[in-house]
Structure formats: structure tokens, C-alpha cells
């Protein structure tokens, strides 16, 4: 099946610092991409949609300026959390669809970023 | 929010046939049923989707039933690697977002 990889699996930083997180996809395109982030014992919730050559799609109560999402080829998205603080610790997950034409196109899944501020 | 409603969780002996229930009773026309799991500190795997017809992989099997308003997930043979939280998601396919419930979490005893 198609392969989604995201880097770092893991990072850990102070507080106030920026981290970027990349999600590739690494055997198929895709002109959409998309982000979600898990709290302990929660379900995925997703952010934001990243459109390839144009801006992002943000959930509401996401704050755009705070997650900054780049698309800038087929294979490639990042998310940077910008001016990271302790509760922006969480684990941040990417999704991408190959593309094909017609419904029925399933969302490949990253292996996760466990993001720690300290 | 999610079109969803599972249980929140199911136990399984190890070797038996899992049965995943899921309703959807507000399931539009060109929405598939689609089913992934999560297993701890994992990203989300796809299992199966299916439209109208019951559908079949090496995974898994997926009964949807006519009207369409409920679904069952099927593992035929359970093992302890299955022991993960699995969503039942409602989806158009393409560039749609994916919108994950609670899940259910299913514990595969030895």
C-alpha cells in the first residue's frame, strides 16, 4: 500500500522555540494533505487541509498564525509550530490521498510526531 | 461531528471472529463506509471501505446492511496484534476530510 513517513517521530524542545514537522509521501502524490493532532486518551482531531500551491484550510479554533503549513509539492508537506509552549505538546499526525479519479480514495496515515515542550 | 455510533469497546478471545458493529444512520448517497484503526501511539490504519456491497480483504471482512444504515467490521480470526481502537468513518473519498469518532477499542485476550 501506499506510504505516508512523517520526521521526526519525536522531538522535545523549550518552550518559545519553533518545530517543524514533515510529512512526505513516498511512493504516490497527493495534492491534499492533512494534518490532525491526538491528546492522551483522545480521538484524532484534525487542523488543518494542505492544498498544494495554495494556502491551507484551518479547523476552526486553530490558530493559523501558531501552525504554519507549507505544501509546496505533491510529495511534501510541513507543519510548524511556531512559538511552541507545553500545551502544544501533543502527537501530530499527517494524511494523504493518492491521486485517482472518482470517490472511494482512502487517506494513507503517517506513523505520528510526539511533540514534548518543555 | 461524527455520523458515527460504536460502542466504546469490545473484548475478543484470541482465535475467534471479532464482530465490529457501527451505525450510520444518516448515511448520505456518496458516502462510503470506511474503517481504520489506531493502535497505541500509532498513526491510523486503513482496514476496508465499502459503498453498498459487502466487501472483502486479507484483513478484513465489511457487511454493510441494505438500507445502508448500519455495518459490521469482521476479523475473522483475532489475534493480540489486533488489540487496538478502531473507527467506523463516514466518507466521500478524494480530498473530503476525514472525521474520527471515539472509536471503539478492542482488546484481544489471550
Known amino acids: 500500500g501506499a506510504v505516508v513517513s512523517q520526521h521526526p517521530s519525536w522531538v522535545i524542545c523549550k518552550s518559545g522555540t519553533s518545530v517543524k514537522i514533515e510529512c512526505r509521501s513516498l511512493?504516490?502524490?497527493?495534492?491534499?494533505m492533512f494534518w490532525y493532532r491526538q491528546f492522551p486518551k483522545q480521538s484524532l482531531m484534525l487542523m488543518a487541509t494542505s492544498n498544494e500551491g495554495s494556502k491551507a484550510t484551518y479547523e476552526q479554533g486553530v490558530e493559523k498564525d501558531k501552525f504554519l503549513i507549507n505544501h509546496a509539492s505533491l510529495t511534501l508537506s510541513t507543519l510548524t509550530v511556531t512559538s511552541a509552549h507545553p500545551e502544544d505538546s501533543s502527537f501530530y499526525i499527517c494524511?494523504?490521498?493518492?491521486?485517482?479519479?472518482?470517490?472511494?480514495?482512502?487517506?494513507?496515515f503517517g506513523p505520528g510526531t510526539r511533540l514534548t515542550v518543555l | 461531528d461524527a455520523k458515527t455510533t460504536q460502542p466504546p469497546s469490545m473484548d475478543c478471545a484470541e482465535g475467534r471472529a471479532a464482530n465490529l458493529p457501527c451505525n450510520h444512520s444518516?448515511?448520505?448517497?456518496?458516502?462510503?463506509v470506511y474503517w481504520y484503526r489506531q493502535i497505541h501511539s500509532q498513526g491510523p490504519q486503513y482496514i476496508i471501505h465499502?459503498?453498498?456491497n459487502n466487501e472483502t480483504n486479507e484483513m478484513a471482512s465489511l457487511i454493510i446492511t441494505e438500507d445502508r444504515k448500519s455495518s459490521t467490521l469482521i476479523l475473522p480470526h483475532a489475534t493480540l496484534r489486533d488489540t487496538a481502537v478502531y473507527y467506523c468513518i463516514l466518507y466521500p473519498g478524494g480530498s473530503e476530510k476525514l472525521v474520527f469518532g471515539k472509536g471503539m477499542k478492542l482488546t484481544v485476550n489471550p
Open positions: 465499502g459503498l453498498k
Open positions: 444518516t448515511i448520505s448517497g456518496n458516502e462510503y
Open positions: 494524511s494523504a490521498s493518492p491521486l485517482t479519479s472518482g470517490g472511494g480514495r482512502e487517506q494513507f
Open positions: 511512493d504516490f502524490q497527493a495534492t491534499t
